[in-house]
């Protein structure tokens, strides 16, 4: 945890709005796959700040998953056999 810790220091955010206003990502030529992938799933309208991610019902419901999966795997762990 140490070393993980350690290498996420020197990782930092890229900057807001760090993409170029005159590149479209939904238009870029590249892998077929790729460009089949962002026409399904546009990049974000806008960036949210924490609190309005919050008042959002998606993100209150995303952590519910994640600790009720979690909460899942430790049960199953717990019932390992030795």
């Given at each position: 945890m140490i070393v993980v810790f350690g290498c996420a220091f020197f990782f930092k955010d890229p900057p807001k709005n760090w993409w170029p206003?005159?590149?479209?990502p939904l238009t870029c030529t590249g892998n077929q796959k790729n460009a089949a992938s962002l026409a399904r799933n546009p990049p974000a309208v806008k960036q949210y700040t924490p609190r309005e991610a919050i008042r959002t019902v998606v993100l209150p419901l995303m952590w519910l998953s994640v600790v009720l999966?979690?909460?899942?795997?430790?049960?199953?762990?717990?019932?390992?056999?030795?």
């Open positions: 206003a005159d590149v479209d999966t979690a909460g899942v795997s430790v049960f199953g762990i717990s019932f390992q056999v030795d």
